[in-house]
């Protein structure tokens, strides 16, 4: 917790990181950045969001190491791999699961170190039949991997808690990005079902299963088995001090306007919200209820009840990648816009 950081810890990794304090009280940006400085290590050869660097550096700290790793779906192997880089260039012996059989094939025929990975064709679900535990009974792998990278774009939280016998010391898990800290939220367990979890449904999972947090990627959350935590000296990995909440918001006026601030939308179909296309209200009906007059008192209650009233529902589409819509939606979004 906060008020117990010490003032200053020199961490085992090769160079010193101090963490500055001041005698009482830390600043919420100074918390923040010394929670996260895992995050200053961030690096990407195979992975979207500097992973690679930061497990690199959690695993370097860990003790007993016996450089095994389990990732699914695993796809190629290294695109967008979570495991690749460890296999290539810190020896790591990788099992690779993926369920689709087109992908399944590429792994086996193009992945680049077949001498240190164990294939499985198997899609990893959370039943006893089809639980994690369940598909690597039949291979000789330790109990107790050093990393366990679960990214299956929608059922990762039902599938991270229904593994029993295999402890993974690290955890590295995918959220719904979109999502605020605050929001809890657990999409259905369903294998046609692709909604994404929010990190804060995953932060309480990880503590249930004796699990903390110690570093937030924009896409994923990494997590540390609590006999080790200690070894990272952080000073709060509460989720607000380890993540910031996406600038990313619906809210509104009270005059009933909705606004929209940021990157709103269906987000992976680069479809996204103006303004205008959330307004519950006709422009006439925006004022503030207690300065109508019996007119517009007359027509709201009219209103209300008319079938399919409001929300629009036109996305604007747009060709870029995600990430550069979603980085133009927010700077668009700053600039007022007419929203009759």
Avoid at 79 to 106: F, P, Q
């Amino acid at each position: 917790m906060i008020g117990g950081a010490p003032a200053s810890v020199v961490r085992e990794t090769g160079s010193q990181i101090p963490v500055e304090a001041s005698e009482g009280a830390f600043s919420l940006a100074a918390v923040k950045r010394e929670s996260r400085w895992l995050s200053q290590f961030a690096e990407d050869v195979n992975s979207q969001a500097g992973e690679d660097g930061i497990l690199a550096m959690a695993l370097s700290l860990l003790p007993d190491r016996n450089r095994c790793c389990i990732e699914f779906g695993a796809w190629d192997g290294r695109r967008y791999s979570n495991t690749c880089n460890l296999v290539e260039r810190h020896r790591y012996t990788a099992v690779l699961i993926e369920g689709d059989a087109s992908r399944y094939k590429e792994l086996r025929s193009a992945y680049p170190r077949k001498d240190r990975a164990i294939f499985i064709h198997a899609y990893v679900g959370w039943s006893s039949e089809n639980g994690l535990d369940a598909i690597l009974s039949p291979h000789s792998v330790p109990r107790n991997p050093d990393l366990l990278s679960i990214d299956v774009d929608g059922n990762d939280y039902h599938i991270w808690r229904a593994i029993e016998h295999t402890r993974p010391k690290l955890v590295l898990i995918e959220y719904n990005p979109t999502m605020a800290n605050g929001v809890e939220f657990i999409q259905p367990a369903d294998a046609g079902c692709n909604q994404g979890n929010s990190p804060a449904s995953l932060v309480i999972l990880g503590r249930e299963k004796g699990y903390e947090l110690i570093a937030a990627t924009r896409l994923n959350l990494l997590f540390v088995d609590g006999q080790y935590y200690p070894l990272f000296h952080i000073p709060d990995n509460s989720l607000e001090a380890m993540r910031d909440d996406p600038p990313d918001h619906v809210f509104c006026g009270y005059d009933g306007t909705v606004f929209v601030q940021g990157a709103v939308g269906a987000r992976w179909h680069r479809m996204w919200l103006s303004q205008r296309d959330v307004q519950v209200l006709p422009r006439a009906l925006r004022r503030y209820p207690p300065a109508y007059n019996a007119l517009q008192r007359f027509v709201l209650s009219c209103y209300r009840m008319l079938p399919g009233r409001g929300l629009a529902g036109r996305g604007r589409p747009s060709p870029e990648s995600n990430h550069a819509a979603v980085e133009r939606r927010r700077m668009e979004s700053s600039v007022p816009r007419d929203i009759s």
